[in-house]
C-alpha cells in the first residue's frame, strides 16, 4: 500500500530550530508538498520539491531524497506564528496525492 | 480511519460538457466538507465549504454557477464543473471534517480533469 508518516506532533521553543520528517512509500513519485494549516483556516502552500536537494525558502527549507524516500520541512528563528500543524503530501505515478496526516508544531515560548 | 475518496481520479472531457466529481468519507461522517483546486506545483486554493444539509459558501472569486456543489449527505459531497473550458483543467482536492468548523481535515487523492 501507500503511506506518507511524519510524527504526529512536536514542541519546539521560540526562536530555535525545528525540523519535521516525513516518509513516504508510493507507487511512483511526482513530486511532494509542504502545507502548513493554522488551526480555523485553510492550508497555505509552503513548498514543492520534485529533484533531490534542498529548496530554501526564506526561514523555511525542504529537502528531499528520492532514494529514501525521505523529506524534511526544516524552520528557523521560530515564532509563535508558526504554530500550526504542517502537511506532507505526495504525488504518485498516476498523479494522485497521498497525503501525511499531518504534524502539529507547538511552540512555547 | 478516517479515509476520504474521490472518484473518478481522472477525467477527459470535451470542452462545454459538464462534469461531475464525488468526495466520500468513508468511514466516519463528515460534519463539512471542503472543495479544493489545486495549481501545478504550487498552492491549494480553497473553493468553497460545505456543511451537511445546507449551501455551500463559495471563497471570493469562485463562480458559484461554474462550480456546484452539493452536501446531501454526511459522507458524499459532489462538486460538478458545468461547462467546462481549458482553463478549468486542474487539480481538484477535497477534504472532510468532524466538525463544523475548521477543524482536522482529511484529505482526499484528488480528481485530475482535462480540458480538451
Known amino acids: 500500500g501507500q503511506n506518507i508518516d511524519q510524527p504526529t506532533e512536536m514542541t519546539a521553543t521560540e526562536g530555535a530550530i525545528v525540523q519535521i520528517n516525513c516518509t513516504y512509500q508510493?507507487?511512483?513519485?511526482?513530486?511532494l508538498f509542504w502545507y502548513q494549516q493554522h488551526a480555523g483556516e485553510a492550508p497555505t502552500f509552503l513548498s514543492y520539491?520534485?529533484l533531490d536537494g534542498l529548496e530554501e525558502k526564506g526561514r523555511f527549507s525542504s529537502f528531499l531524497s528520492r532514494s529514501k524516500g525521505y523529506s524534511y520541512l526544516l524552520l528557523k528563528e521560530l515564532q509563535m506564528k508558526d504554530s500550526a500543524s504542517y502537511l506532507c503530501?505526495?504525488?504518485?505515478?498516476?498523479?494522485?496525492?497521498?497525503w501525511g496526516a499531518g504534524t502539529k508544531l507547538i511552540i512555547k515560548p | 480511519g478516517a479515509v476520504v475518496s474521490q472518484h473518478p481520479s481522472r477525467v477527459i472531457c470535451k470542452s462545454g460538457t459538464s462534469v461531475k466529481i464525488e468526495c466520500r468519507s468513508l468511514?466516519?461522517?463528515?460534519?463539512?466538507m471542503f472543495w479544493y483546486r489545486q495549481f501545478p506545483k504550487k498552492s491549494l486554493m480553497l473553493m468553497a465549504t460545505?456543511?451537511?444539509?445546507?449551501?455551500?459558501?463559495?471563497e471570493q472569486g469562485v463562480e458559484k454557477d461554474k462550480f456546484l456543489i452539493n452536501h446531501a449527505s454526511l459522507t458524499l459531497s459532489t462538486l460538478t464543473v458545468t461547462s467546462a473550458h481549458p482553463e478549468d483543467s486542474s487539480f481538484y482536492i477535497c477534504?472532510?471534517?468532524?466538525?463544523?468548523?475548521?477543524?482536522?481535515?482529511?484529505f482526499g487523492p484528488g480528481t485530475r480533469l482535462t480540458v480538451l
Open positions: 503530501a505526495v504525488r504518485d505515478s498516476n498523479y494522485q496525492l497521498i
Open positions: 520539491n520534485v
Open positions: 468511514d466516519f461522517q463528515a460534519t463539512t
Open positions: 477534504s472532510a471534517s468532524f466538525e463544523r468548523e475548521w477543524g482536522e481535515q482529511f
Open positions: 460545505s456543511n451537511e444539509g445546507s449551501k455551500a459558501t463559495y
Open positions: 508510493t507507487s511512483g513519485f511526482n513530486g
